[in-house]
């Protein structure tokens, strides 16, 4: 990184690490590695900056310490820039600045960042209807379990017991997600299916609930967790694009974030027109 370009930082008071205290000691962080942030856009107050807004700036790095769903809206934005995109971990799961970085915390990689330790990388993502998906994209009733994740970001315990509820009911009673083409897995399809492009290519899972002790599975993992992936699954196999269908629009998240789906829904690997900086893996800190 040229260290007369501007970074700018963007941050989200509503993501899961993002308290004052945090944002204070990244600052200090990226200003103790020679990349002090030249503007903070503090989201949503302020709008997500753009690819002009950038250029018009001569932003060399846009940092971003928000969870993954803000990443997604951010990157969006930036398609076709050519300035970097650094992710850093400001969020409840953040798993996509793990896969960038590995589990380390946001000071760490201004150091790397600081010590010329991170290298110009593109990313694959999930193409879907309804946008990319950087992290994940799940299709099926139990996608409504982002509205958990919500409540539990807020801790509203009203929000996390209505949502709960609603999960519950809607994984149970839901119109199951078949993976058709090509043909994968059980031929009555699963209560989600979840698709991720992080390896190259399309991996995709089935999660089920056939009874209610692997409902409670699924629960728990969303509360202790915040994460219903490790809950019971399917690994179903690779492929460059998948279809999906079902006898109900499916319910969709894509890296968090709840979307009304179609039908029939196509899935394919893509790589973004995004620089970020990565890593080297693996890395001893």
Not at 176 to 185: H, I, Y
Not at 200 to 205: A, S
Not at 267 to 278: A, K, R
Request: proline content about 4%; some cysteine; overall charge negative.
């Amino acid at each position: 990184m040229d260290q007369a370009s501007p970074l700018w930082l963007v941050v989200n008071a509503a993501s899961g690490s993002n308290t004052e205290q945090a944002v204070t000691d990244l600052k200090a962080a990226l200003g103790g590695a020679g990349h002090a942030p030249s503007r903070t856009v503090c989201f949503p107050a302020d709008d997500l900056p753009d690819r002009a807004e950038l250029e018009a700036a001569s932003v060399g790095v846009l940092a971003i310490f928000t969870g993954d769903g803000t990443i997604n809206s951010q990157v969006a934005k930036l398609h076709g820039w050519d300035g970097q995109v650094l992710i850093l971990p400001g969020g409840t799961q953040n798993l996509f600045a793990k896969a960038l970085h590995g589990d380390v915390d946001a000071a760490t990689i201004a150091r790397r960042l600081g010590a010329g330790e991170l290298a110009s990388c593109t990313r694959n993502a999930v193409e879907t209807s309804k946008g990319h998906a950087l992290v994940e994209v799940v299709a099926g009733p139990a996608a409504t379990w982002a509205e958990v994740r919500e409540g539990m970001r807020d801790m509203d315990l009203a929000t996390i017991a209505t949502a709960l509820g609603e999960a519950v009911r809607n994984t149970a009673s839901g119109a199951r997600v078949k993976v058709t083409e090509p043909a994968l897995g059980k031929a009555d399809g699963y209560r989600a299916v979840r698709v991720d492009a992080m390896n190259g290519t399309l991996e995709i899972d089935g999660y089920d609930a056939e009874d209610w002790s692997q409902l409670a599975a699924h629960a728990s993992n969303m509360i202790v967790k915040r994460d219903f992936r490790d809950g019971p699954h399917e690994e179903l196999g690779t492929a460059a694009r998948v279809t999906c269908t079902s006898d109900e629009p499916m319910a969709l998240m894509l890296d968090g974030e709840r979307f009304d789906g179609a039908t029939e829904e196509h899935f394919s690997c893509v790589t973004l027109p995004v620089q970020f900086l990565g890593s080297a893996t693996p890395h001893p800190d």
